[in-house]
């Protein structure tokens, strides 16, 4: 896994491409193995332009021993790894999609705690999990307004100190009483949290880099972090179809179909979605899932109106 809160984009082409060969394929069947492999019959495209017939087929090549998804994580932790630790290097040369980011974001956030805490979360205390949290962005920005404690989750290691140099008491504008709080140098595929901490586990452009046995487990284990009638959002780069595979950083952009799916084998139940509003056109849709491990009543569920990706190149 790897964090950063970035991997905004991929190439136009590819976007352009697998809308043409895959809207017939655009259907998928999950069937769950002994090693939680999920059998996707939905083709996608590399960031080379090679088709394949389907996620299955892509992730056999890509993880399909223990060497292969060694390497897959190492490649992917090494991409970042030669990334500065600052916004513009995190987002990829796209700072300024920070503060519309921010702003759709916490928007969501409150709709979701008005709906689903108990007296929105007023006078309680509590916590949050950010999950590929890079350099602090999304925390220092958003979640430490909201949260009394705050953990921060992120595999490479210059972007996790930047992160605790970000967010010191003295850079902060908030009480004493909201901190970041535990500094977890730790890739999202081991982490294991402990049980019943958070509200909200907040999971932002990471999880495009884990293998879709590794996104089951570690949602399964991460439910058991959650406090009763705690939730996840996920928020994440959308393709219209299938997926695209980018071979420079290791990470996939799946379609909401795909991830759907993958929701399912996870035992999570889509709460309520939301897109992303203003960003740059050339970039991938964005959406915004609040996922609860209950099947609950959706209050004013949105249903977004596609659009096509036309995504460039993240240098």
């Known amino acids: 896994m790897l964090g950063a809160n970035s991997n905004l984009c991929l190439n136009s082409y590819l976007a352009a491409t697998a809308t043409e060969t895959h809207q ?8 769950t193995r002994a090693t939680i492999r999920i059998e996707m019959e939905i083709g996608g495209l590399d960031s080379n332009g090679r088709e394949f017939k389907s996620a299955d087929e892509m992730w056999r090549e890509e993880v399909g021993d223990s060497q292969k998804k060694l390497d897959w994580y190492r490649n992917g932790v090494g991409y970042w790894q030669g990334v500065d630790a600052s916004v513009d290097g995190v987002l990829g040369g796209y700072a300024h999609v920070n503060e519309p980011d921010i702003k759709a974001s916490e928007a969501f956030l409150n709709t979701l705690l008005t709906e689903l805490v108990p007296n929105g979360g007023r006078n309680q205390h509590l916590v949050a999990l950010d999950c590929g949290s890079g350099i602090g962005r999304v925390t220092k920005n958003l979640l430490i ?8 989750l992120e595999p490479v290691s210059h972007f996790l100190e930047a992160a605790r140099e970000n967010l010191a008491p003295e850079n902060l504008s908030v009480s004493e009483e909201h ?16 049980a019943q901490r958070y509200d909200v586990i907040w999971v932002q452009w990471c999880i495009g880099h884990l293998a879709d046995d590794d996104f089951v487990s570690f949602f399964k284990r991460a439910k058991a972090g959650l406090k009763p009638g705690g939730f996840f959002v996920l928020k994440e780069n ?23 799916e993958l929701f399912t084998q996870c035992g999570l139940n889509i ?9 740059p056109d050339e970039l991938f849709a964005v959406r915004m899932y609040a ?6 009543k959706k209050v004013g569920g949105s249903r977004p109106k596609r659009k096509a990706n036309r995504p460039a190149i993240i240098k």
């Open 291 to 296: 996922l609860t491990t209950e099947t609950l």
């Open 179 to 194: 901190k970041a709080f535990n500094f977890y140098c730790t890739p999202l595929q081991e982490f294991t949290p402990d």
């Open 271 to 279: 709460y309520k979605l939301k897109d992303q509003k203003g960003f």
């Open 24 to 31: 017939a394929r655009d259907k998928c069947r999950v069937r």
């Open 145 to 152: 307004r909201y949260f009394n404690e705050v953990d921060l």
């Open 238 to 260: 959308l393709a219209k179809s299938g997926f695209v595979l980018d071979n420079e950083d290791k990470s996939i952009t799946r379609s909401d179909v795909y991830f759907k």
